[in-house]
C-alpha cells in the first residue's frame, strides 16, 4: 500500500560538519547521504575531536560561516563579511582566528570520530560537556551527527511555530537535507514515518529510523537569528518522541524531524513526490 505525503521543497548539502550549506535543485543520493555532505570537518589538533556547534562555548563561531563546493572544490564564506576562502592553510587560520584553536581540515575516512557536545540545561550552558562518537548510525568515519539523512516537514514548522510566534523556526537553525513540503497537514507528521519507508523520484528509497532529538545549537545566534533559548524550550515542551530503533524505552524530550537511512540510491530533485511505500 502506498500513499502520498508531499514532495521535495529544499534539498541541502553541508559539505563541512557544523558550518552553513548550500542549497541545491538535484543530488545523487546512496548509502552515504547526499553527495558531498558532511564530506570534511574541522579537527581540534589539542584533543583530536571533530569541531561540532553543539559544544558552543569552544565552536559557536563555526556556524557564522557557509561551506560549498564550487566546480567540485570546497569553498568557505564567512557570513558576515562574505569573504571566500578555497586554501586549506587560509581556512584553517581564519578558524584559528575565530576561535583561538588550532585545527586540521580532515575528510572521511574509515575511523570512528568523536565530538564534544554540550548537554547541560541550558541555564547552566558548559556544566555537562560529553564525549560522544559520530554517526553511529552509518559508516565508521562519517561526520555526520547520527545517520546519512535528516528530513523535515513543513508541516512540523508550522505547527512548532504556534506555540511561539515570536520565535524564529528557521531552517537554519535546524539544518535538515530535506524539506517536504506536506500542504494543508498539520502536526509532527514526521513522527507518524518511524519504521517505515518513503520512496522519492524513480529510485531513491529511505527508512526513517529515529526521531531527531534537538539541541542547544537550534538556540544559538546564527547570522540574522537571534540567539533564543525559548526555541528548544518550546520543541521540549511540544513534540517528545520514544526512540524507535537504536535506543529502547528512551524518551526524545525534544524532537523535530527524522533521521533516515538509504534502503535504494536515486537522483532527487525540488519537486518530486514522495510517497510511503511500506
Known amino acids: 500500500m502506498e500513499h502520498r505525503i508531499g514532495t ?5 548539502r553541508f559539505p563541512v560538519k557544523s558550518m552553513g550549506g548550500e542549497f541545491l535543485s538535484t543530488t545523487y543520493v546512496d548509502e552515504n547521504g547526499l553527495e558531498g555532505d558532511r564530506t570534511f570537518a574541522l579537527k581540534e589538533l589539542e584533543t583530536g575531536f571533530i569541531v561540532s556547534a553543539k559544544n558552543p562555548k569552544k565552536w559557536k563561531a563555526i556556524i557564522e560561516l557557509e561551506a560549498f563546493f564550487e566546480n567540485e572544490k570546497l569553498k568557505i564564506r564567512q557570513t558576515t563579511s562574505r569573504q ?3 586554501n586549506e592553510n587560509d581556512i584553517t587560520n581564519l578558524i584559528e582566528k575565530l576561535t583561538k584553536r588550532k585545527v586540521s581540515l580532515v575528510a572521511n575516512s574509515n575511523t ?15 556544566s555537562d560537556i560529553r564525549q560522544e562518537p559520530l554517526a553511529s548510525a552509518s559508516k565508521a568515519g562519517h561526520f555526520f551527527d547520527f545517520a546519512p539523512i ?20 528557521d531552517l537554519k537553525r535546524f539544518r535538515p537535507n530535506l524539506l517536504i513540503d506536506t500542504g494543508d497537514k498539520t502536526g509532527f507528521v514526521e513522527n507518524e514515518w518511524l519504521g517505515k519507508t518513503l520512496h522519492i523520484g524513480k529510485n531513491l528509497q529511505i527508512k526513517i529510523i529515529e526521531p531527531c532529538p534537538r539541541c542547544v545549537v537550534t538556540t544559538l545566534q546564527q547570522g540574522e537569528l537571534e540567539k533564543d533559548n525559548e526555541i528548544l524550550k518550546t520543541i521540549v515542551r511540544h513534540n517528545q518522541v520514544e526512540s524507535y530503533t537504536h535506543y529502547p ?17 536515486g537522483v532527487i530533485n525540488i519537486g518530486d513526490e514522495l510517497v510511503v511505500v511500506r
Open 8 to 12: 521535495i521543497q529544499q534539498i541541502l
Open 84 to 86: 571566500v576562502f578555497d
Open 112 to 126: 570512528q570520530e568523536i565530538r564534544e557536545a554540550d548537554r547541560s540545561p541550558l541555564e547552566q550552558t558548559g
Open 150 to 169: 535528516h528530513l523535515m516537514t513543513t508541516s512540523s514548522l508550522k505547527t512548532i511555530s504556534q506555540f511561539y510566534p515570536k520565535g524564529k523556526f
Open 249 to 265: 524505552g528512551t524518551l526524545f524530550k525534544g524532537v523535530l524531524g527524522v533521521y533516515g537511512i538509504i534502503e535504494q540510491s
